[in-house]
């Protein structure tokens, strides 16, 4: 099973900041959050990781709360093209152990 | 970031036949892919890992005779659906592992849609 919780949608409107919250309520001190999404009929596509430090880069910035317990992702001027499935997924730093489990993700929608 | 390509993006073939999906790591070496199965409106589902060298470890309920795997180098692994059928009609996508900073990280390829008719 998934470990995290993510609401099933979202709208947003285009040039507006877009804010997706995870939740990851039982996360261990050694795990990582990775956000990846998938636009429709694609393969998912690597966002940004962290694990306890606020993260930015040219997609998009991580913002991990103190206790560790949820994160939000934000795209900070949502386009048309953000429009996607977007997965958040906690992984064990380190691990060989690659696999990723993927729940429902949230399904963003920005309008015009 | 690192580039994973797959080939074909979508096949339509007949029922029996056998069809060979090509999943390469563009711009670095990747000792470790995988290979994932989805249905429409469904999440991802890993179907087996793919070791370079070594015979692939499949997840419970994937038949490995049915889904052969081969990882001959560092940047090439083939999913060959044997005998396909209609239920085997899915989005088919691989991934590779590749380094993002000081953290491993999975890449994906686009995907390969598969029609069996």
């Known amino acids: 099973d998934a470990k995290t919780t993510q609401p099933p949608s979202m709208d947003c409107a285009e040039g507006r900041a877009a804010n997706l919250p995870c939740n990851h309520s039982?996360?261990?001190?050694?795990?990582?959050v990775y956000w990846y999404r998938q636009i429709h009929s694609q393969g998912p596509q690597y966002i940004i990781h962290?694990?306890?430090?606020?993260e930015t880069n040219e997609m998009a910035s991580l913002i991990i709360t103190e206790d560790r317990k949820s994160s939000t992702l934000i795209l900070p001027h949502a386009t048309l093209r953000d429009t996607a499935v977007y997965y958040c997924?906690?992984?064990?730093?380190?691990?060989?152990?690659?696999?990723?489990?993927w729940g429902a993700g949230t399904k963003l929608i920005i309008k015009p | 970031g690192a580039v994973v390509s797959q080939h074909p993006s979508r096949v339509i073939c007949k029922s029996g036949t056998s069809v060979k999906i090509e999943c390469r790591s563009l711009d670095f070496q990747a000792t470790t892919m995988f290979w994932y199965r989805q249905f429409p409106k469904q999440s991802l589902m890993l179907m087996a890992t793919?070791?370079?060298?070594?015979?692939?470890?499949?997840e419970q309920g994937v038949e490995k005779d049915k889904f052969l795997i081969n990882h001959a180098s560092l940047t090439l692994s083939t999913l060959t659906v044997t005998s396909a059928h209609p239920e085997d009609s899915s989005f088919y996508i691989c991934?590779?592992?590749?380094?993002?900073?000081?953290?491993?990280?999975?890449?994906f390829g686009p995907g390969t849609r598969l029609l069996v008719l």
């Open positions: 997924i906690v992984r064990v730093a380190g691990d060989s152990n690659y696999q990723l489990i």
């Open positions: 793919s070791n370079e060298g070594s015979k692939a470890t499949y």
């Open positions: 962290g694990l306890k430090n606020n």
């Open positions: 991934s590779a592992i590749g380094s993002e900073g000081a953290q491993e990280t999975q890449y």
């Open positions: 039982t996360i261990s001190g050694n795990e990582y």
